[in-house]
């Protein structure tokens, strides 16, 4: 492969992995800016009436019980949203 091909690859590659991170960052702040619980917001969506307990429940379904460092670098954070979960 020649040198320039391998160049612009490089550069592409580095602009997909910053646009990636930059959009997962952004996420998170959107989510963490929101007025809305989003625990209580995924139980709504799945039932008319939200209980303190489902939402309890979802609250640790979704790891959000956990702190944002350890729901980030989790393992099962980068392989969900490898496989298209967001």
């Given at each position: 492969?020649?040198?320039?091909?391998?160049r612009y690859l490089g550069r592409k590659l580095a602009v997909?992995?910053?646009?990636?991170?930059?959009?997962?960052?952004?996420?998170?702040?959107?989510?963490?800016?929101?007025?809305?619980?989003?625990?209580?917001?995924?139980?709504?969506?799945?039932?008319?009436?939200?209980?303190?307990?489902?939402?309890?429940?979802?609250?640790?379904?979704?790891?959000?019980?956990?702190?944002?460092?350890?729901?980030?670098?989790?393992?099962?954070?980068?392989?969900?949203?490898?496989?298209?979960?967001?």
């Amino acid at each position: 492969m020649p040198r320039q091909t391998a160049r612009y690859l490089g550069r592409k590659l580095a602009v997909v992995l910053l646009t990636l991170f930059l959009v997962t960052l952004l996420s998170f702040l959107l989510m963490r800016l929101s007025p809305v619980d989003p625990a209580t917001a995924y139980v709504k969506r799945h039932s008319a009436i939200a209980t303190e307990e489902q939402i309890e429940a979802a609250w640790i379904e979704l790891g959000l019980d956990k702190p944002l460092p350890r729901r980030v670098a989790g393992k099962n954070f980068i392989f969900s949203r490898l496989e298209g979960y967001f």
